[in-house]
């Protein structure tokens, strides 16, 4: 029987990690093929391509970089031989980089993400099960349509709903609010449910001026205006609750809605849609009727990549309201 190809593009993380002596802490040093040559068996599996994207770590990932990385993917799954492809990442900024990727990339073929919590100096280096169960969730049929995923600890989950939970353990990719897509059990990938929202916005460009705020108790509107005044495109809220926000910030949002900056809301709790529910000032009502857009129950680094790209469609303000509203909110 002939075997499945499978891409790997490598990019860098805590997969490609080991603790330099010199530092005496975790750098980029592995290349794709000396992590793969760790993933025993792997060729049993799949044959596999490596590209060597980069070698940087999850918090020098950057929007453009992010872009760059989907052009190279888009055409690497265009290509017949190529069943599905993988992607390794920092865990940091995995989230984003598979989240953007989910928005843009418009295939049928499996794109799955994948890192590592331990690097390869640490006792139980997680790298190699992660990789081989991320090639085996990429060769799957039963992968298809499901937009990216991500594979860590055995666990599948939708780059659109998922984020990283904890700092330190191994099933740190959680989808909070829905759960896990399936598992992989004994080489084998078992979807238990579907995707709940999946949505493409099939933007060329990326506008890089979008700001993530996060709301505090008594947290006065300086930090929009500073936004604002610097040629920011868009903001987002995390605010508070339900999307409720300190009264003081109200003049400096009016302010940026004046400027026709757009403004999407999400929550700074870790589950839970936005909603206009309270009428106090500063409440999701007032902010609704100001003209402030709800970005439903995406964390804020993952509202502001969808804000990113809406924004480089080059649309008006309703088009983007409804790329964010239209899925979650009935009217
Ligand atoms: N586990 C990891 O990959 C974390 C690392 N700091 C990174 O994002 O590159």
């Known amino acids: 029987m002939q075997k499945s190809k499978v891409a790997v593009v490598f990019t860098g993380g805590t997969i490609s990690m080991t603790v330099d002596k010199r530092i005496g802490a975790a750098i980029p040093s592995l290349s794709g093929e000396q992590i793969?040559?760790?993933?025993?068996?792997?060729?049993r599996l799949a044959d596999i391509e490596s590209v060597n994207f980069s070698s940087i770590p999850g918090p020098h990932m950057t929007p453009e970089r992010m872009m760059d990385l989907c052009e190279v993917v888009e055409r690497l799954l265009q290509r017949q031989d190529i069943e599905g492809v993988v992607v390794t990442h920092g865990t940091d900024?995995?989230?984003e980089t598979a989240y953007l990727m989910d928005l843009k990339i418009n295939s049928e073929k499996p794109v799955v993400v994948v890192g590592a919590m331990r690097n390869s100096s640490e006792l139980g280096y997680d790298g190699p099960s992660n990789l081989a169960a991320a090639v085996c969730t990429a060769i799957s049929t039963e992968s298809q349509n499901k937009g990216v995923l991500v594979v860590m600890n055995n666990e599948v989950n939708a780059a659109s709903e998922v984020t990283k939970a904890s700092t330190l353990s191994l099933n740190t990719?959680?989808?909070?609010?829905?759960?896990?897509?399936?598992?992989?059990?004994?080489?084998?990938?078992?979807?238990?449910?579907?995707?709940?929202?999946?949505?493409?916005?099939?933007?060329?460009e990326l506008i890089k001026a979008?700001?993530?705020?996060?709301?505090?108790?008594?947290?006065?509107?300086?930090l929009i205006r500073f936004c604002v005044d610097r040629g920011d495109k868009g903001i987002v809220l995390e605010a508070l609750g339900r999307g409720n926000v300190p009264p003081e910030m109200l003049e400096d949002l009016e302010y940026a809605l004046k400027k026709d900056v757009v403004i999407v809301m999400v929550s700074r709790c870790p589950t839970g849609r936005v909603l206009g529910t309270y009428g106090y000032p500063g409440g999701g009502k007032e902010l609704k009727d100001m003209g402030v857009i709800l970005g439903g129950d995406?964390?804020?680094?993952?509202?502001?990549?969808?804000?990113?790209?809406?924004?480089?469609l080059r649309e008006s303000q309703q088009k983007i309201r409804d790329i964010f509203e239209s899925q979650q909110y009935k009217s």
């Open 36 to 43: 793969l040559s760790l993933v025993t068996n792997i060729d």
């Open 298 to 312: 995406l964390p804020g680094q993952k509202a502001r990549i969808k804000l990113m790209l809406a924004l480089g």
């Open 210 to 222: 979008v700001s993530l705020i996060k709301c505090t108790a008594g947290m006065d509107g300086s």
């Open 173 to 204: 990719f959680q989808s909070l609010e829905f759960g896990p897509l399936g598992i992989v059990d004994n080489d084998e990938v078992i979807f238990h449910r579907e995707v709940v929202n999946r949505q493409t916005i099939p933007s060329e």
């Open 93 to 95: 900024t995995l989230e």
